[in-house]
């Protein structure tokens, strides 16, 4: 940018604002809480606070757990038929074919 004037003159820069984390929503972070401790300390009482708030939430459904079954360390694999994509690894193989 060319000014006429020194008053006139600024300068602009094409740097990245600074970065800010933001931070959970209230009921996401006591979810995140709530599953924190209970992946440090697997006990019922955990996972009985993870089911109330995803029942909460209502987003058990989405993630595909029962509203009726306890959650348990082997919940996933005790209710699943088709195998559950890892997301960091590849996708599941059809052992069948």
Known sequence: ???KRRTY???QSYLTPPFRESELR???RQLNDAIDS??????????QKVKQLTDKMEIAAELGL??????????????SSTPRRDWCSKPPTNSSS
């Open 1 to 3: 940018m060319i000014a």
């Open 9 to 11: 003159a600024q300068i």
């Open 26 to 28: 209230n009921t996401y």
């Open 38 to 47: 209970y992946n440090k300390a697997p006990n019922a009482a955990a996972a």
């Open 66 to 79: 029962s509203k009726k079954a306890a959650y348990t360390a082997d919940y996933g694999a005790a209710t």
